[in-house]
């Protein structure tokens, strides 16, 4: 296992949603992980960031910044995911905090409060549809865009959502907690939370170096059990599935593929 331990959840107080571990921090999920998966005499550890897979005769060399060469006959990439984010002034200190981008994770946290939805994606009109099963008191935010059409914006007001299409200049609070949300023409909503829904792109460039066949929305394209495009190649998590993006969904590929590989292993080796 090469590991450069920069979780996606990383900013978040507490993680939701994985059965036993409802509330837990996400340093002390990978903690009790890696306590448990290192019991295992035959697994390694390295906390490293992989600069490079290459295919090699027997499979492929994975080489770090430092010199690191590892030969494997196979790979899984589950390397997660980056989030780009609208630039709003004010975000990041409120992120993983009062502002956070899946409902499915936080939503019962933020129940009843009034909320912001910023979303420059035409899902904005699903997800503000969602978000009234948490909170009725909601102002979905288009940041400048124009992703709604006239129908959806009447079908947001009929329900008592406020539809504001200026672009927002900032989210202003204190302690992450959020308290008012600024736009560019200087008018000011408050709010005490909400979520900002960000494009996913590929943490790492690997997959793509090696040439692996990506999905419509930028994931890495596998097959029922993993295997990418590349052979020897697996993917898993969010890097192979940009929604549902949850740690239960990661952790449930990371059992199936890895069964997969020792599926496809046991063929090669005994016919
Ligand atoms: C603010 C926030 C709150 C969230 N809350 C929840 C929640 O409450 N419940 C929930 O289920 N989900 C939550 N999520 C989603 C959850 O974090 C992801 O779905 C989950 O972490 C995906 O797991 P993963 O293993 O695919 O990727 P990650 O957890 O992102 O792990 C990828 C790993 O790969 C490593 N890596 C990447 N590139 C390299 C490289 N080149 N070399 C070596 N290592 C590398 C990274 O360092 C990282 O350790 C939240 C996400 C965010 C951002």
Redesign the pocket.
């Known amino acids: 296992m090469?590991?450069?331990?920069?979780?996606?959840?990383a900013?978040?107080h507490?993680?939701?949603?994985?059965i036993t571990r409802d509330g837990i921090t996400?340093s002390e999920f990978r903690r009790i992980a890696y306590e448990e998966v290192l019991r295992y005499p035959f697994v390694e550890h390295f906390p490293?960031?992989?600069?490079a897979l290459n295919r090699i005769e027997s499979g492929f060399e994975v080489l770090?910044s430092s010199g690191l060469r590892l030969p494997a006959r196979k790979v899984i990439l589950?390397?997660?995911?980056k989030?780009v984010f609208p630039e709003i002034e004010g975000f990041y200190p409120l992120?993983?905090k009062s502002l956070?981008?899946?409902p499915y994770?936080?939503g019962w946290e933020l129940q009843d409060q009034p909320l912001v939805l910023v979303s420059e994606s035409p899902s904005v009109f699903h997800t503000a549809k969602l978000l009234l099963n948490w909170s009725k008191d909601l102002v979905v935010c288009t940041n400048g865009k124009a992703p709604l059409t006239e129908e959806q914006i009447d079908r947001l007001h009929t329900l008592g959502i406020a539809v504001m299409e200026q672009p927002v200049a900032a989210f202003v609070g204190q302690d992450g907690q959020l308290d008012h949300v600024r736009f560019a023409d200087g008018t000011q909503v408050p709010r005490a939370g909400g979520f900002v829904m960000p494009q996913f792109v590929q943490?790492?460039p690997?997959g793509e170096q090696l040439g692996c066949a990506r999905t419509e929305s930028g994931g890495i394209q596998t097959d029922q059990r993993g295997r990418t495009s590349i052979p020897g190649l697996y993917a898993?998590?969010?890097?192979s599935r940009f929604s549902p993006?949850?740690?239960?969904?990661?952790a449930a590929?990371?059992s199936r593929i890895a069964m997969s590989v020792n599926l496809d292993l046991t063929e090669e080796d005994y016919g």
Do not use: K, M, W
């Open positions: 090469l590991d450069s331990n920069r979780p996606r959840n900013v978040t507490a993680s939701h949603g994985f996400p490293t960031e992989v600069a770090d589950a390397t997660g995911v989030e992120y993983g956070l981008n899946c994770c936080d943490s790492t690997i898993a998590g969010d890097a993006s949850q740690v239960v969904f990661a590929d990371g």
